[in-house]
């Protein structure tokens, strides 16, 4: 009997999408409007313009470039083939994105045309790229010289292959953004992608009628897979956009109709923060998705408040989970303020000592992970896959306390755990303190070196506009908040906090930048 009657790889998702909502608005971006016949017809022709060039089932392909239909035609396309996805993060320099190249033994580099210029001097270094695609951006750009266009290969007429590919077949490697020298590329199947995918869905009440608009970029796995996947599915309209600012959301929110939105904190704040916000034309907007790092607190009180429609998750996870691992669901939004919820649908999590014993309600342990969502382990990495999964569990890295219900609540990553004179003290805590004082717009809690502390535990702050916030101010405030071990030894004010695209803190930035604060000290 053939394993074709039984498959579900993720191209098998969008023909199924393409079948039941054949002229349905699928893919939106810029002029670009795809119904989802024309978007599965796309993928098929561009499949096979990629199998006409050599491209083969098993082979890796990395792509640079910013959110487009290109970009989403491409990943479906390489499913199809049976090749192998490498995103790779845009805000590498040419070194490091020539790593991931060399080390992924990436055959093909697709860049657009604002990219093009690094991706090809990260090619150049000592890697095994042979050709450059280049990709449609979100808005018209000149084709870019002495790359195969993107137009042509999806215009090829001939029939595309049909591998012999199933769940358990190789659909992406994703490089992890840790602290560490080198990255980790986490190997991801079709099945554990689209068992992620039914955790999505179901946990956060998605539905094919879902309007989405996707702009954090896709080259992350929280939009690519927690969201774009997910509405090819279920056949939910997308729209994409490249640049996650106030000033091109808020036009874009109001005028799509958009009723569903993933954003991480920091991207929040930003559109409560604009002068064009504007809660009558977000009327539209019912689900919101935070997540990539920590809500708080307070901005989640002022997002349902200045949003009285809007219905919030909280969706926690990492690259290495496909990512969605934990869930926190609008009804618990005020109850469990803070809290990163429970397990997923297909994940069962708990939280350890290093003994690898459940830690009582309150204590603080690591979050560790067993799920079919998981990845297969680091590629060309046998000594990091075994640590990873030591004691027969994944081990997230991330530091949590359980309360008596299974809430999790995240404290922080291992590594920002600040160790203050002979103390723990957790930054996440400080900064849900410093963010209860009127006129913090955002603030981040770093260790930096200090002679007598070891580590002083130092609150960057940015200021709301228009408010007059002192350092004296936000010493007195943490004081009344907290133990004094726990309270900033100094405040930094600045214009604004360093993030990667997907809009996590760079905390080792700050750390890198203020490591001399407390030389006089």
Known sequence: MSEALRRQTLYDLLRRTAARWPDKPGIVCGDTSWTWREFDAVVSRLAAGLHAQGVACGDRIAVLARNSHGFAA???ALARLGAVLVPVNYMLNADEAAYILRH???????VDAGLAALGRDAAARTTGVERLLGLPSEHSSDPIEGALAFEALAGCTAPPPDP????????QIVYTSGTESLPKGAMLTHGAVIDQYVSCIVDGEMAAGDTVLHALPLYHCAQLDVFLG?????GATSHLTATPTPDNLLPLLARHRIGSFFAPPTVWIGLLRSPRFDAGALSALKKGYYGASIMPVAVMRELLDRLPGIRLWNFYGQTEIAPLATVLKPEDQLPKPGSAGRPALNVETRVVDDAMRDVAPGEVGEIVHRSPQLLQGYFA?????????????FHSGDLATVDDEGYITVVDRKKDMI???????ASREVEEALYRLDGVSEVAVVGLPHPRWIEAVTAVVVRKAGHELTEAQLLAHAAAQLAPFKCPKAVVFVDSLPKNPSGKLLKRELRQRLQRQYDAS
């Open 104 to 110: 992924a033994g990436a055959r093909m580099l697709a």
């Open 230 to 234: 997910p509405c090819v599915y279920l």
């Open 381 to 393: 990495d046998p000594e990091r896959t075994a640590a990873a999964f030591a004691g027969g569990w």
């Open 419 to 425: 160790k203050t004179g002979g103390e723990n003290v």
């Open 74 to 76: 491409l990943r479906f």
């Open 164 to 171: 012999e590919i199933g769940r358990d077949h190789l659909l």
